[in-house]
């Protein structure tokens, strides 16, 4: 990006991060304040600049549990939406189908899933194999159900006009049909990612060997507090990556698509 | 009855109810475009003067309206309204409007609707003032219904209602029969004909129907479109009270082919 | 009328699809399909409803429903009304939008260490599912303030109203579907974070009995206390589904 344009005054540059920021700032603030003021034993809280410590000098343990943990998240999210929208498809392409697993996914998908976790991890087993099956079917059920909306919300008229050009099924399906349940199924993704990440994470601390949740409970029963905290950090700099790319994933591709 | 015309010399601002002064208005569209709505139109009502606004569609009749009742700025020029600002008389409750869309709110009763203005205006709840114009407007019995049971033009009696709850000192209409069959528009008309002669309020109505204009107003003007300009001002000399048979007579049928001809697009005259 | 046909008919397929899976549900287990960790749905409700274990279950419910009801309270109840701060002093808007946005996407897994230090272990649960509800309602609520119509600002402003008589009489009115919305759809958040608040070393509620029952193979227990938090979720959504039809059919 060019550096400031004209109208731009570096104040101008404050204000806007100022009105921004704000929020974020202050908690950072309140906390640093909180720790120093009060004077807590650092074993219980630590400092903030002692976490940042603990990051830049152990980037080794950070990055190979977060690789893991972001692969894990990724692979689930990708193969669980792909999963969920071979599923509507499927549903689409009968009304009894539909009228059957439609229910069913929207009552999954309003249950609190991540209570399933455990039951998930008896049934699959302690391994990591489980964490990935368990952001699978976390992230099949918004695809399913945002896909199977989105394959019935045609543009109104459209469905006529197709008809009246004697498109065959198939042709109306990949022309009309499939194109229209995009935005939906960016929905689906943007509204799956934080949770992705989440449940991988969950799964690794309730019975991982490794990764970023299994790292969080590790150093919470050795009162590494430092390291608990740095793991929160990254967990959350992850969490936020995949948010904001899912949701300028989304903003891309509707705009493409209008 | 001496209201005011506009070609009468001009005496102070105050003496107007409404001065529309040379005012035009440029809309800036999204792309950055401009679009000039309106452009030098003067426009002078006297206290309770009655003047209907006749115009094809787009040649910013609701402009002026929006403007007079300060729902937007002139671009040029200047409105007043009891010689100040138009929105001091917003502020002060005195302002009746009822718009193309009648702006009901979903989730009060008619009656409730109705009585918005009082709780606006911290005022109590006049019922029986409530339960006359529903009357007034054939509404009676309608009290507890909601706007999505009502028809288009039911929806639009009720804002008239509620545009005349507080007997306002302005009234401004903004194709207020629009919604209607003809016959209820008829009713209509003579019924609001009969509000207006018992309190004489000053009106400024924007209308498509050249009878309407006719049978209600002291003046009728006419636009012309893009950019909204007046091209016409005729004074209707009907005395009032008037009755449903004026309409019927020589002079009426003159005057609407007048005003009809007038609102042609230029070129076939 | 035809409209009323298809409506039975999609009732029935979605009975019909309930009734399979709890079929499958059953069949399964009861043909080991999947194991001994796959319990019939008979058996879990043999378990669940056995009067020596009710006192256990009785007591879980207690210690977690009253986490998701405090939690779902004082988070809807934050953000509603920091989204009407927000929609009445402006300037303070962009910067809370971002507070609330960085918050949803912390993951809540990071953020117990803090509630267990600043509120306690048994609270923790409580904080998590506030802060869920928390931003589903802000979220919601500000943009529901904004959806009075231009015709009706318009009318107010004709009124003479003032800011507050326009945020009683208009702007909230027009909130209230988009905040019944947010309100159904942060019920199973708010069970979510309850639960996995337990995980963090609650010494009580159903989330914990998930956990040691997954630790101790204890296969029906594991079943009924996933059950139960799902059904109770479900039932709740549905009650805020319910009033939500009602809202919707007055304030829209
Ligand atoms: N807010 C606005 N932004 C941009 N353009 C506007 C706006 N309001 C009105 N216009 C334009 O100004 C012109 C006049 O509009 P106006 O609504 O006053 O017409 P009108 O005479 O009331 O028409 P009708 O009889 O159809 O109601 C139109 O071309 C319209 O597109
Ligand atoms: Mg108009």
Redesign the pocket.
């Known amino acids: 990006m060019s550096p400031v344009s004209q109208t731009r005054s570096p104040l101008d540059w404050v204000k806007t991060a100022i009105s921004r920021y704000w929020g974020v700032v202050g908690v950072l603030i309140a906390w640093q304040a909180w720790v120093t003021i009060t004077g807590v034993n650092s074993i219980v809280i630590p400092h903030p600049i002692n976490v940042v410590g603990d990051l830049v000098f152990n980037p080794g343990v950070y990055l190979a549990n977060a690789g893991q943990t972001l692969f894990l998240a990724a692979a689930g999210l990708i193969l669980g939406m792909a999963l969920g929208t071979m599923v509507a498809i499927v549903a689409w392409s009968s009304r009894i189908l539909s009228g059957i697993l439609v229910p069913l996914g929207l009552i999954f998908s309003s249950v609190p899933v991540v209570a399933l976790i455990p039951v998930l991890a008896r049934l699959l087993g302690y391994d990591v194999k489980t964490v990935l099956g368990i952001v699978i079917i976390i992230s099949f059920f918004p695809a399913f159900v945002f896909t199977a909306a989105g394959l019935k919300s045609l543009p109104p008229g459209s469905s006529d006009l197709f008809k009246v050009f004697g498109a065959s099924r198939w042709t109306r399906f990949v022309h009309l049909v499939l194109p229209s349940a995009v935005p939906n199924w960016m929905i689906a993704l943007r509204l799956s990612a934080p949770p992705a990440v989440l449940s991988a994470m969950l799964a690794e601390f309730l019975m991982g060997k490794s990764g970023l949740g299994f790292l969080f409970r590790q150093s919470a029963t050795e009162f590494a507090t430092e390291r608990a905290f740095g793991t929160s950090v990254i967990a959350t700099v992850i969490s936020v990556l995949c948010f904001t790319s899912a949701v300028a994933a989304e903003k891309f591709i509707n705009e493409k698509w209008k | 009855m001496n209201a005011p015309l506009s070609s009468a010399p001009a005496t102070a601002p105050e003496a107007w109810a409404i001065n529309v002064d040379h005012v035009g208005k440029t ?1 800036t ?1 999204d792309g950055g475009k401009e ?1 000039k ?2 452009d030098d139109v003067d426009i002078k009502i006297g206290q309770g003067e009655f003047v209907a606004l006749l ?10 309206l ?1 403007l007079v009742a300060a729902l937007e700025d002139v671009s040029t020029g200047r409105v007043t309204v009891e010689g100040s600002n138009p929105t001091a008389l917003s502020r002060a409750h005195r302002l009746g409007v009822a718009f ?1 869309d009648h702006a009901l709110l979903p989730w009060l009763t008619i009656r409730d609707n109705i009585a918005l203005p009082y709780k606006v205006a911290g005022r109590p709840v006049d019922d029986k003032r409530i339960a006359e114009l529903l009357a007034l407007v054939g509404l009676s019995g309608f009290e507890k219904a909601r706007p999505r049971q009502l028809s288009g033009g039911m929806r639009q009696r009720v804002s008239i209602a509620r545009a005349l709850v507080l007997k306002p000192d302005v009234l401004l209409l ?2 207020p029969f629009g919604a209607l069959d003809a016959v209820t528009r008829r009713h209509m008309n003579v019924e609001l004909q009969r509000i207006w002669s018992e309190q004489r309020i000053t009106t400024l109505l ?1 209308t ?1 129907s050249v009878e309407e204009a006719l049978f209600l107003a002291d003046r009728v003007i006419v636009m012309s479109g ?1 950019p ?1 300009r007046i091209i016409k001002e005729i004074q209707v000399p009907f005395a009032r009270p008037r009755s449903p048979d004026v309409q019927r007579t020589m002079e009426f049928h003159h005057l609407a082919d007048e005003l009809t001809l007038a609102l042609e697009p230029e070129g076939h005259h | 009328m035809k409209m009323t046909a298809e409506r039975w008919q999609s009732l029935t397929l979605g009975i019909v699809g309930i009734a399979l899976f709890l079929a499958a549900w059953e069949a399964i287990g009861v043909n080991r399909l999947a194991g001994l960790t796959w319990p019939p749905l008979s058996a879990v409700f043999q378990f669940m409803f056995d009067p020596t274990k009710a006192q256990l279950f009785i007591r879980a419910m207690e210690a977690s429903f009253s986490m998701v009801i405090l939690g779902y309270v004082t988070g809807s109840v934050v953000g509603i009304a920091l989204a009407g701060l927000v929609h009445v002093l402006p300037v303070v808007r962009p910067g809370m939008d971002r507070l609330a946005s960085v918050i949803h996407a912390i993951p809540a897994i990071a953020l117990a260490p803090l509630f267990i230090v600043l509120i306690s272990r048994e609270f923790t649960g409580m904080a998590i599912a506030a802060l869920n509800v928390f931003f589903i309602l802000y979220v919601s609520t500000t943009s529901g303030l904004n959806n009075s119509t231009a015709g009706h600002r318009d009318l107010f402003q004709v009124l003479g109203s003032s800011r507050t008589t326009r945020l009683l009489r208009l702007d909230l009115p027009a909130a209230l579907p988009a905040v019944v919305s947010g309100m159904k759809y942060s019920v199973p958040a708010a069970f979510i974070g309850a639960i996995l608040g337990e995980w963090f070393g609650s010494s009580r509620g159903l989330g914990l009995l998930m956990v040691s029952a997954m630790q101790n193979f204890q296969i029906p227990l594991l079943w009924s206390a996933v059950f139960i938090a799902s059904t109770a979720s479900l039932i709740v959504f549905g009650l805020m589904g319910l009033l939500e039809q009602f809202v919707y059919g007055r304030y829209k």
């Not at chain 2, 115009?55 to 002026?64: A, D, H």
């Open positions: 809309f569209l679009l709505a309106i115009g094809p569609s787009g040649c910013g009749k609701s402009t002026i929006r193309q903004d194709e924007v498509h893009r909204g």
